[in-house]
């Protein structure tokens, strides 16, 4: 089975902090996904990236960065946490011609 | 752009059948997706409809017609453990479709 571990399912942080949220996939999938899920809004991308050290904007990058060192392993960065940031976030992965598999998610709350 | 639309709640009795609808805009379609996810979850992979008509696994069922830009994925035989909300999703052609779409999902539940 695919799994897809994120480092924290609870994290609160303060306002400005830099914020980083870990990924790491064990499938060798080419393609990982950074999403954030708002009660009401469903799941927004914010960034993906597929191949090493290649990333791509999502729909809602601003406040947002990401790292992809690896591949196995992709990188959420809050530059400098902020209330509105607060949300569930969820990475995902996916080879060139499956389905998305997501880790349990990581739920940040900023204050 | 892409854009998916799906009621927001649907309620059921167990042992019933629903049907949860889906129509989706986009610029370039790659096939319709459906995703589970109960609550403090994470989504999990249902079905994939390329080509219209329907596909079967177990209980669940999810059909597409392109020329309407529509489907549907109908649940059979309610269980309880169904309760969840219910995503469809499309490859997003920016991304060169690598990422998925998500509508805003369809929260399930299922009464005794």
């Known amino acids: 089975d695919v799994k897809v571990t994120q480092s924290s399912r609870y994290l609160v942080k303060r306002t400005g902090e830099k914020v980083f949220l870990e990924c790491v996939q064990d499938?060798?999938?080419?393609?990982m996904f950074w999403y954030r899920q708002d009660p009401g809004l469903g799941l927004r991308l914010i960034y993906f990236s597929y191949d090493v050290k290649m990333k791509e904007k999502g729909d809602i990058p601003e406040g947002y960065s990401v790292s992809r060192e690896k591949k196995e392993r992709f990188s959420l960065i809050l530059e400098s946490a902020s209330t509105n940031q607060t949300s569930m976030y969820l990475c995902?992965?996916?080879?060139?011609?499956?389905?998305?598999?997501f880790g349990q998610g990581t739920r940040l709350t900023v204050v | 752009g892409q854009s998916l639309e799906q009621p927001s709640e649907v309620t059921a009795v167990e042992g019933a059948i629903v049907q949860i609808n889906c129509t989706y805009q986009?610029?370039?379609?790659?096939?319709l997706s459906w995703y589970q996810q109960h609550d403090g979850g994470a989504p999990t992979f249902l079905s994939y409809?390329?080509?219209?008509g329907l596909e079967e696994t177990g209980r669940f069922s999810s059909f597409l017609s392109r020329s309407d830009s529509y489907g549907y994925l109908l649940l059979q035989e309610l269980q309880m453990k169904d309760s969840a909300s219910y995503f469809c999703?499309?490859?997003?052609?920016?991304?060169?479709?690598?990422?998925?779409?998500f509508g805003s999902g369809t929260r399930l539940q299922v009464q005794p």
């Open positions: 499938m060798d999938h080419e393609n």
């Open positions: 999703a499309v490859r997003d052609p920016s991304t060169g479709r690598r990422a998925l779409t």
């Open positions: 409809n390329a080509l219209d």
């Open positions: 995902a992965s996916r080879d060139a011609g499956g389905s998305a598999f």
């Open positions: 986009t610029s370039g379609f790659y096939g």
